[in-house]
């Protein structure tokens, strides 16, 4: 059974900068495309960064050249580096997976996404 544990999320000001971390576990890493989402209030859940086996990423267009998303495989973590936080930014993130050894025929949507985390609470004031 796939379980993914966030952590990592904070309250931090504009400019500033976090580590999200998401613990996999029940998987082998190779076989799933891993991602980000977030989901701000009243909103819908939207994608963030992905990342597969191959290294391969996508980001979305708004954290592009802010955010890195990279996985330690010895670890089975997955982290999403947040720098130059928005006040937009602030939303629950949430770690999720689905069994594909490549991202890029995932179609880059919550709903292409078989499993999921609970969440981790980021908070970025002006």
């Known amino acids: 059974q796939v379980q993914l544990v966030e952590s990592g999320g904070s309250s931090v000001q504009a400019g500033g900068s976090l580590r999200l971390n998401c613990v996999a576990s029940?998987?082998?890493?190779?076989?799933?495309?891993m991602g980000w989402f977030r989901q701000a209030p009243g909103k819908q859940r939207e994608g963030v960064a992905t990342i597969d086996r191959y290294g391969s990423t996508t980001y979305a267009d708004f954290v592009k050249g802010r955010f890195t998303i990279s996985v330690d495989i010895g670890k089975n973590t997955l982290y999403l580096q947040m720098n130059s936080l928005k006040p937009e930014d602030t939303a629950m993130y949430y770690c999720a997976a689905t069994p594909s050894f490549k991202c890029a025929v995932v179609p880059f949507s919550p709903d292409s996404f078989t499993y999921w985390g609970q969440g981790t609470q980021v908070s970025v004031s002006s």
């Open positions: 029940g998987y082998t890493y190779s076989r799933y495309c």
